[in-house]
């Protein structure tokens, strides 16, 4: 599934009322029958909902289902992402949407601008393109569990990784500045920088070593262990500093890159985990071993002094803690029980991130993309979104008007 957002442009208030209405009926329903599309969207007139849902069904935002009982519609990736899209652009989040720079099991990423031209981040978090690995299996394991809602899971992550960014930054942690979330999207500060698996050679490989290890222990101080610390979830943020000399990326005789001092810059949070996490030690030792193992391979690098250790790292938690954040996030309003079904879901599907991930299995994850999206149109999944999601009201009539202002970009 990959946004495509032109059509949007096309699309009337009453379509926004339409597509607005599935997603509220999809709260009780698998299949939501056309009656009751009408019903919600609260339009005059029978044909006006009949050419809507025949407008949203064209451009796959609504689909029907295979063998369906009655007639009714089911709401897709597609149309949860124009309503997500649509949101942001009444917030002044987003003006203009650009290209995809990246894919990954668990998300897309994409480039978006304010009114003001600032280039901003947009993350949609797709947890389902992960069950079409198993997908026989999954689709029988999730048909009779309203928690096993591809959207609400995927809505779940985006809180979830809001909700840890935004404490995070306020707490002077390397992060992106969070600016808002809605649905399964959050809308992000674009950080000038590069992962960490794309650097091939570094200055002082010991340098940054030591300052990834520290990242680990101060966020165990803060009660959180990131359970996915690695290559592909940090970012390296080039700086000018007269200081840095040697702390940079290594030159071939370079001398602007003397001068140059590398941050690394954390992303990607929704297998955070607090430290009092029956698995706490695991993710851990498995945040520290991957930063290792990633060194030694890529850098040839090893340190002389083991650990750290989660024991050590407890202990000084205990002795110098800081604001313990794992409390203040659940008391923002992610709550435990929503860890818990989220935590339980990824576990059913394989979402364990990208510490599973194997040195050849880029290639691998962009194959899946194409089959999950050819998937996704066959619309054989019966999925429903959970009770407690809080769907805004039909959209109002000016919504067409103001969304003649969201232009997209036409490079692809």
């Known amino acids: 599934m990959k946004l495509d957002p032109k059509a949007i442009r096309y699309l009337t208030s009453e379509d926004f009322r339409v597509l607005s209405a599935v997603e509220t009926g999809s709260r009780n329903h698998e299949v939501v029958p056309t009656p009751l599309i009408a019903q919600i969207a609260g339009l005059r007139g029978g044909s006006g909902v009949h050419r809507a849902i025949s407008n949203l069904a064209k451009t796959n935002l609504i689909a029907k289902v295979k063998n369906a009982k009655y007639d009714g519609y089911r709401l897709t990736y597609g149309g949860l992402d124009y309503l997500a899209l649509n949101a942001h652009q009444k917030q002044k989040c987003i003006y203009s949407v650009g290209n995809q720079i990246g894919v990954g099991k668990e998300s897309d990423i994409i480039v978006v601008a304010a009114h003001d031209g600032t280039q901003r981040i947009l993350k949609i978090h797709r947890l389902g393109r992960i069950s079409f690995r198993t997908v026989k299996t999954n689709r029988d394991y999730l048909r009779h569990r309203s928690t096993g809602s591809w959207m609400y899971m995927s809505r779940l992550a985006a809180m979830k990784e809001y909700a840890f960014m935004k404490a995070l930054r306020e707490n002077d942690f390397s992060v992106p500045e969070p600016i808002a979330q809605n649905r399964h999207t959050i809308v992000m500060s674009l950080i000038d920088a590069f992962p960490l698996r794309q650097i091939s050679k570094v200055a002082n490989p010991a340098a940054l070593y030591a300052e990834l290890m520290d990242m680990i ?34 030159g071939e005789g370079d001398e602007e890159d003397v001068n140059v001092r590398l941050t690394p810059v954390m992303i990607d949070f929704p297998q955070m985990v607090s430290i009092d996490h029956a698995n706490a030690e695991m993710y851990f030792d498995r945040d520290v071993s991957c930063i290792k193992r990633y060194f030694q391979r890529k850098f040839h690098f090893v340190s002389d002094i083991p650990g750290p250790t989660f024991a050590n790292a407890r202990k000084q938690m205990i002795k110098n803690p800081g604001k313990r954040l794992d409390v203040e996030v659940e008391a923002s309003g992610f709550s435990r029980k929503m860890a818990r079904e989220l935590e339980k879901y990824m576990a059913e599907v394989g979402a364990n991130g990208d510490n599973e991930k194997g040195s050849g299995d880029e290639d691998e994850d962009e194959e899946d993309e194409e089959d999950y999206g050819s998937e996704e149109e066959e619309g054989e999944e019966e999925e429903r979104n959970a009770a407690e999601e809080d769907v805004p009201p039909a959209q109002s009539d000016d919504v067409a008007r103001r969304l003649g202002n969201l232009q997209v970009s036409d490079r692809q």
């Open 217 to 250: 222990i101060r966020l165990a101080r803060f009660g959180l262990i990131h359970g996915d610390f690695n290559e592909f979830n940090i970012l390296i943020k080039e700086e000018e500093d007269p200081e840095a000399k040697g702390k940079g990326r290594e």
